[in-house]
């Protein structure tokens, strides 16, 4: 079993930053990749960000290309969404996940290939 669990939302104004943490525990978590998705009321859950295992191979949905960054670190088992430039349409309910491949040299965006999720953290941008 894994166990996620996030932190660092909250309500931050447009422009605003904030940084995102996801705890991981129960597994080897330096083999797999993770992922940050988000979902906002009413609509479907989306790719944000993904790490590879060693964090050497980043990707990013093109609505957040430039203004977030994610990072992991192997000994602390943590992963971090650092988010820019933050805007009333990043408003959402931010997942981390666990990438199921071990040691995946390609990291997909479908949800269907994350098999651990952590509960959400909140993110609301205010204009």
């Known amino acids: 079993q894994v166990q996620l669990v996030e932190s660092g939302g909250g309500l931050v104004q447009a422009g605003g930053s904030l940084r995102l943490s996801c705890a991981a525990s129960?597994?080897?978590?330096?083999?797999?990749?993770m992922g940050w998705f988000r979902q906002a009321p009413g609509k479907e859950r989306e790719f944000v960000a993904s790490?590879?295992?060693?964090?050497?191979?980043?990707s990013f949905a093109d609505s957040v290309k430039g203004r977030f960054t994610i990072s992991r670190d192997n000994v602390k088992n943590m992963v971090y969404l650092q988010m820019n430039s933050l805007k009333s349409e990043d408003t959402a309910v931010y997942y981390c996940?666990?990438?199921?491949?071990?040691?995946?040299?390609?990291?997909?965006?479908?949800?269907?290939?994350?098999?651990?999720w952590g509960q959400g953290t909140q993110v609301t941008v205010s204009s």
């Open positions: 996940a666990t990438h199921y491949p071990f040691r995946a040299s390609i990291v997909g965006r479908s949800p269907h290939e994350y098999a651990y």
């Open positions: 129960g597994r080897t978590f330096s083999n797999y990749a």
């Open positions: 790490i590879s295992w060693s964090g050497g191979s980043t």
